[in-house]
């Protein structure tokens, strides 16, 4: 399992545990990313965005040398909250980093509606910022 591909990119152990060090157990991946607290998102979103940047840099971004399995996006998708079937763009390395640094919908949903605001399910946020408006603005 550890060197199957769709797994992403091979990490030395240490490398691998980095993201985790605070947590000490599997993960209930029927909770939101982090509720159990320990793991650092920020660090993992930066390796999937590393991979991004060196895919562009090296002009082999594409599925093929940077591949992310469905099962691992679909584990990501869990994490954070969202729905399944919500499609992210660009290569799946990209859809991967995408994932990662959305906030959790649990959280923005708790946000927005404190806001007199409804949460699109398909909102993709993929910029440093995101505007969420009511329909009168």
């Known amino acids: ?5 769709g797994n992403g990119i091979t990490l030395c152990r240490s490398c691998h545990r980095e993201p985790h ?8 991946l029927t909770l939101p990313m982090d509720s159990e607290g320990g793991d650092n998102i920020d660090l993992a979103a930066a390796f999937f965005s590393a991979l991004c940047e060196d895919g562009k840099k090296r002009e082999l971004l594409c599925d093929e040398y940077y591949f992310v399995s469905d099962p691992a996006l679909c584990t990501f998708k869990r ?6 079937d919500l499609e992210f763009p660009g290569y799946r390395v990209e859809q991967a980093y995408l994932i990662w640094r959305q906030t959790s919908r649990a959280m923005l949903r708790c946000l927005v509606e404190a806001n007199g605001v409804t949460l699109s399910p398909d909102l993709i946020q993929t910029g440093p910022f995101t505007v969420i408006s009511t329909d009168s603005e």
């Open 79 to 84: 994490f954070q909250c969202i729905d399944l």
């Open 1 to 5: 399992m550890q060197l199957e591909p």
């Open 21 to 28: 060090e605070a947590f000490n157990r599997r993960p209930d």
